[in-house]
């Protein structure tokens, strides 16, 4: 494994060394499809697959009558199976990429937006240059060639525009879609596949009379987070799955800007959960609900083989607490049963998701039950085993790094900066190679400002949860969404609650370079919530 590693991060050294003239003793390797290329292909790369990824403007029909102006992405295999782009007709998704553990991956991105774009892989543990932080945005007419190995293990990972300070409304235009990776163990396990194998994108929009997607990010908007007045599934409003009565494996992404989901089945079923943010958990797990951040992903098992044809099912998001500002400028108000979500919604609809406010209660996915199954499967009792992190191997385990979160003066702060490009700190260098003990920090130890839940990332190899802890002011509110909190697999985006504290062990191998932390709802990142770690 390191072998391999260490001479792909050669590749990589050799490639950022690649000057032009190097380039043009190798003409055969620059692709017709790198025209405007902010940079080339290596030759040293030899991609297994070949994609192209275009974004522009168009009108697409989601609604009957006027179409929809979004931001999409077209998709193209120039190279390997067909099936490694699913292009996704009558929505603002972005394609759904299917790539495999070990295979390396060229993609040209193309720009031909009305604006400087990059995009990011959200999950996937790529070199530096190759992660979409927004210093590499490219403009209209230019493409960018990324180049990198899939070294994740399968899972459902996703990828989304990460340009400077327009990140969430870009990514609400759609620029954004799901990346599945499978690998050996995963297909050796007889879970259900094909078309029982479903995803799920969960998102929330606001359309105006003129079916034209809304989007505002006024004070309001950045301090909460934007929140839109209907539930889209796979980009697509009203959706029903239409399923056979047998079991399923659904893939949840939560691709809203700010919206927390707390799902749960209507019929009082438990949720069963598979797989987080890094793929399949060592065993399946049930629970009464379960917590659903911006930018998480849960692999739900679920049967339907006891029920009959014609049955209807909804997976609801159900009320809890904490999901809203409390404090400082909003004034405290107890819960969300409380004055909080009247006064908000007294602000004007959109502002506060109008008829879905946040932590409130509202049908998410509808499932109808419309034929016969031929086949079932049974739920593993073993999934994949998962190699736990140890803390005596972290550098720092008497001294954690800290990330305070902070909302104070009208800005989202992490350890009390805001984003900069370019401005590494002491404390944001971390050694290659090493194992870091690490705390988000939300309040934990009191604090003014508003409390708010942020849902929290890090870009890079992804991390283990070890510890959560909650302050006493915290723990009722708390107590309603703590039976849904996974914390079991491989993590790369955690929701940190109003005074909550997680401890969590993550490894910075491989690559040097920048790689980013911040807050993954999209308004308080680009409003700052946003820092690099330069790994050197
Ligand atoms: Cu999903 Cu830095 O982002
Ligand atoms: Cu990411
Ligand atoms: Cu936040």
Redesign the pocket.
Known sequence: MNSKINSQRRDFLKYTGVSAAAVATYPAFVHAASSGAVNKPSANFHADVEIELKQEVVNISIFDGPKTRVWKVFGKVLKGSSKTVENLSGTYLAPTLHFQTGQKVRIYLKNNLPSESIL?W?GLHVPSKMDGNPMYAINNGETFVYEFEILNRAGTYWY?A?THSVTAKQVYSGLAGLIIVSDKKEQALALPKGQYDVPIVIQDRSFDRNNQLQYSNHMMQRMQGFLGDQIMINGQPDFVLPVENRSYRLRLLNGSNSRIYKLAWDDGSPVTIIGTDGGLIEKPETMPYVMLAP?ERRELWIDFSKKSIGTELTLRSIPFEGAAMHGGMMGRRGGMGGGMMGGRRGMGGMMSGGSLPAGGDYPVLKVKIVKKARSNDTLPKRLTPITPLRLGDAENVKNPRKIALSMRHMSALLNGRSYKMNDIRPDEVIPVNSLQLMQFDNGYHGGHGMAMPHPM?L?GEQFQVIKREVNIRHQHSHATVAEGLVDNGWKDTTLVMPGERVTFLKPFNDFKGLF?Y?C?NLEHEDMGMMRDYLIK
């Open positions: 990011h959200h989304h990460h930018a990332h870009h980013m911040h993954h």
